[in-house]
T-cell receptor
Framework: LAKTTQPISMDSYEGQEVNITCSHNNIATNDYITWYQQFPSQGPRFIIQGYKTKVTNEVASLFIPADRKSSTLSLPRVSLSDTAVYYCLVGVYNTDKLIFGTGTRLQVFP | NAGVTQTPKFQVLKTGQSMTLQCAQDMNHNSMYWYRQDPGMGLRLIYYSASEGTTDKGEVPNGYNVSRLNKREFSLRLESAAPSQTSVYFC??????????????FGDGTRLSIL
């Protein structure tokens, strides 16, 4: 089964850029890598997804190297409201299963 | 815009009791999922239904059963609850499980405690 690894926690200050990496071996060849954000007492919410190289939307960027063994979520100029847990979601190679990473708790300080 | 609705939001059970968690989505999605979330463990897939009429096991299916009642509804049943099933349960849906670029939409969870 594919295994995904994320740092347990990260601290940052308002206005800084934050990069959260998810390491994943044995992921599905043709599946996208997706990132979610979760606030306390809520379900996860979609942030961004990509297959290769770089994807950018209005809230984040996602960098995926050619070997697809990792992905990095980049949050530019974080604010207090970005304090949350961030999860990557990947497909498992040769199956139709999807698994979440263990999650990274981001704390943003003023 | 209800999205994914889960009931109940909270529940306390005694060991050995049974219970069904309900989930409904109004986005006309084909695929639905049940996850459990435990501290330090992230989200683990219990069962999923890629389309109406089909269900498949996820990572942690033991002790659970599911029913895809129709396209809108996907229920999770605990036949004989155990303390190890104390968790937060999330239901999610997506347009099509076979297309990984379809984001999943989550409900706000059911907090279940088993004494």
């Amino acid at each position: 089964l594919a295994k995904t690894t994320q740092p347990i926690s990260m601290d940052s200050y308002e206005g800084q850029e934050v990069n959260i990496t998810c390491s994943h071996n044995n992921i599905a060849t043709n599946d996208y890598i997706t990132w979610y954000q979760q606030f306390p007492s809520q379900g996860p919410r979609f942030i961004i997804q990509g297959y290769k190289t770089k994807v950018t939307n209005e809230v984040a960027s996602l960098f995926i190297p050619a070997d697809r063994k990792s992905s990095t979520l980049s949050l530019p100029r974080v604010s207090l409201s970005d304090t949350a847990v961030y999860y990557c979601l990947v497909g498992v190679y040769n199956t139709d299963k999807l698994i979440f990473g263990t999650g990274t708790r981001l704390q943003v300080f003023p | 815009n209800a999205g994914v609705t889960q009931t109940p939001k909270f529940q306390v059970l005694k060991t050995g009791q049974s219970m069904t968690l309900q989930c409904a989505q109004d986005m006309n999605h084909n695929s639905m999922y049940w996850y459990r979330q435990d501290p330090g463990m992230g989200l683990r897939l219990i069962y999923y239904s890629a389309s109406e009429g089909t269900t498949d096991k996820g990572e942690v299916p033991n002790g659970y059963n599911v029913s895809r009642l129709n396209k809108r509804e996907f229920s999770l049943r605990l036949e004989s609850a155990a303390p190890s099933q104390t968790s937060v349960y999330f239901c999610a849906s997506s347009e099509d499980h076979s297309l990984s670029n379809q984001p999943q939409h989550f409900g706000d969870g059911t907090r279940l405690s088993i004494l």
